[in-house]
């Protein structure tokens, strides 16, 4: 009777471990349920694949050039002409806004002096919403999508 109890006690501690998944399994145990060939590299065809070779099958080429299949590249390595301009505005456009903040500066430190040479006027020296509304219409060109 021990026997017995013994090897049911052994079959239903294998049955529970192989119900539970890997969580049951310490490091180094079940690795031998991972199939052997699934990392090795492209040394041959094996003989697993064989019938995928009958169907037509073929492995992938090393280089995307030697192989027939049409490509298409998402990220080109050359910029057309047209593109580098484009981009290149932008630099041209950075330069610009950089040279505005010293004359934005230099516009409010004349029109400080002006006002306090002559406290009663209210002449215009520098015309500040057609700048402020030029500056809005270019944030909203740069911000815009299509």
Known sequence: MDKIRK???????EISSL???GASFTPGEGMNYATPNAFKGKKGKSKKLK???KVGYKMVPDTIDSSKLETIRLFEDELSPFQQER???FDDIETYLNKLGPIVSN???DTIKFYNE???SYDIIKSTEMILSYLKNIETLL???K
């Open 143 to 145: 911000t815009e999508t």
């Open 87 to 89: 981009i290149a505005a």
């Open 19 to 21: 119900g539970q998944g």
């Open 51 to 53: 019938p995928y070779f």
């Open 7 to 13: 090897i049911i006690q052994s079959k239903l501690k």
């Open 107 to 109: 516009a409010k430190n």
């Open 118 to 120: 002559n406290p009663g």
